[in-house]
């Protein structure tokens, strides 16, 4: 066995060493009388924490007319607040010797910083200025304004392939808010007026609304403290309802064709699954990771290596809280119909529909799975992000110990039925995603 080798299979044992001593993860869960749910697990073995705060506010929030919101606001609280300069936010938590960061979903806002473990009060405060003193005013906006509109430029427009999941999602929903990206059109926010963001923060960025989320090298008993002090006296509003829009069945298979500056075809199949946190959601997961995870999957094994049909070929499902989609996709091949790579990744789907994964395959994509898992919580910034997804979409942080039961709990027979019942060719969207012709 070569020495590399040698040090992987030692790195694992010691992983897998390391989990079966602590696979559990313990933590401390309340709620202030504002409403802010806060969960708190305890880690001593590094000197870091994760402090983390989950919003339950996504581009499904908005209007139709306002779209961009929820990722306009994942700029602007950046910019300062009441006790903190403009431009001043990030250089706390880089000073101490932290870093920081957000993101916005479908679904959800989150924001979070990983501190040495004695700079958690200040990642407290920092946190709780930004739920209740933000800087939403002319001078933020305008700014944030320029600043979305040039990263759209660079990581929609301007990219190859950077519009393919906003017309996807497009062609998908019809009524439902997820047809809308989650960067939003730029001419709803040129148009959005000052009160509008300011209703905005005060409507969804509210203690009743969100999920502070800690965990790492903390002591329980003085984090409570200071959680109180920082945020028990926040005002907790009425936490804003969900969208209850209801999309209609697909009946119908829509093929559609959309021009990019590429030079490489892509062929794009948008199905409709179910929610996730549902039994079949776990049975199409799986499935989408037997199609596409690694060099071995079928799908690449397919169009990649055996026919050359495509340079990368995948699946993938939106984690998404209402019922979302999975996308089969594939990156065709220079010179190749992207007819004929359309058909051989039909082919691939339909051997799933027609035959029962082997055994020893299964038992392969089952380790795959657990490992996934594993490797997701096995840091603070996962951990502090899954409890508090846990418990905004389902109700049950308790899931972070006990979700990998549901996909172990997925049989090969359930695999198949799903393939048949949601990778449906005659309920899809199907899209071809061409270079643009060179006649003007």
């Not at 870093?99 to 200040?122: H, K, V």
């Not at 079928?298 to 939106?318: I, N």
């Not at 992207?338 to 051989?344: I, L, N, R």
């Not at 110990?401 to 997925?410: K, P």
Request: hydrophobic share 35%; net charge negative; aromatic share 10%.
């Amino acid at each position: 066995m070569k020495q590399t080798n040698i040090a992987a299979f030692l790195f694992m044992l010691c992983a897998l060493n390391l989990f079966g001593q602590s696979n559990k993860i313990d933590f401390t869960e309340y709620t202030l009388d504002n409403g802010l749910k806060v969960i708190l697990h305890k880690d001593n073995s590094t000197p870091i924490v994760a402090i983390s705060v989950m919003y339950h506010v996504g581009s499904k929030n908005e209007r139709p007319d306002r779209t961009g919101f929820a990722h306009f606001f994942e700029h602007l609280l950046f910019e300062g607040t009441k006790n903190i300069p403009r431009g001043q936010y990030d250089k706390y938590v880089e000073k101490a010797g932290g870093t920081l960061n957000a993101n916005t979903w479908y679904d959800r806002t989150f924001y979070f910083e990983i501190m040495p473990s004695n700079q958690l009060e200040l990642g407290l405060w920092l946190e709780a200025e930004r739920m209740l003193h933000a800087k939403v005013d002319s001078i933020g906006i305008a700014t944030q304004k320029s600043v979305i509109i040039e990263e759209r430029k660079q990581t929609v427009d301007n990219r190859p392939y950077g519009r393919l999941l906003e017309e996807a999602m497009k062609r998908a929903y019809t009524v439902h808010p997820y047809k809308s990206s989650v960067i939003g059109d730029m001419d709803h926010l040129a148009a959005a007026g000052d009160d509008e963001f300011m209703k905005w923060y005060k409507t969804y960025y509210i203690p009743s609304n969100a999920i502070l989320s800690i965990a790492g090298d903390i002591d329980i008993e003085q984090t409570k403290k200071w959680v109180q002090e920082y945020y028990g006296k926040i005002p907790g509003g009425k936490k804003p309802s969900q969208p209850s829009i209801v999309e209609p069945n697909m009946t119908k298979e829509i093929r559609d064709t959309v021009y990019d500056n590429i030079q490489l075809p892509a062929i794009v199949h948008t199905y409709r699954i179910p929610a996730m946190g549902t039994p079949d959601f776990y049975a199409v997961s799986m499935l989408s990771q037997l199609l596409s995870q690694g060099e071995s999957s079928r799908l690449y094994k397919a169009m990649v290596d055996e026919t050359q049909l495509a340079v990368f070929s995948g699946s993938f499902p939106l984690d998404l809280e209402q019922p979302g989609v999975n996308i089969v996709y594939s990156i065709g091949n220079m010179g190749k119909d992207p007819m004929d790579v359309e058909k051989a990744m039909d082919n691939v789907v339909k051997k799933v529909q027609n035959e029962l994964i082997p055994e020893r395959e299964f038992q392969k994509l089952r380790n795959q799975v657990e490992n996934d898992f594993i490797s997701k919580n096995s840091r603070m910034a996962g951990i502090s992000e899954s409890l508090a997804q846990y418990a905004m979409y389902y109700g049950d942080a308790n899931l972070i110990n006990t979700e990998l039961d549901r996909y172990l709990a997925v049989t090969r027979e359930d695999i198949q039925r799903v393939a048949k019942q949601y990778f449906d060719t005659t309920k899809r969207v199907s899209m071809f995603y061409l270079a643009k012709p060179n006649t003007p």
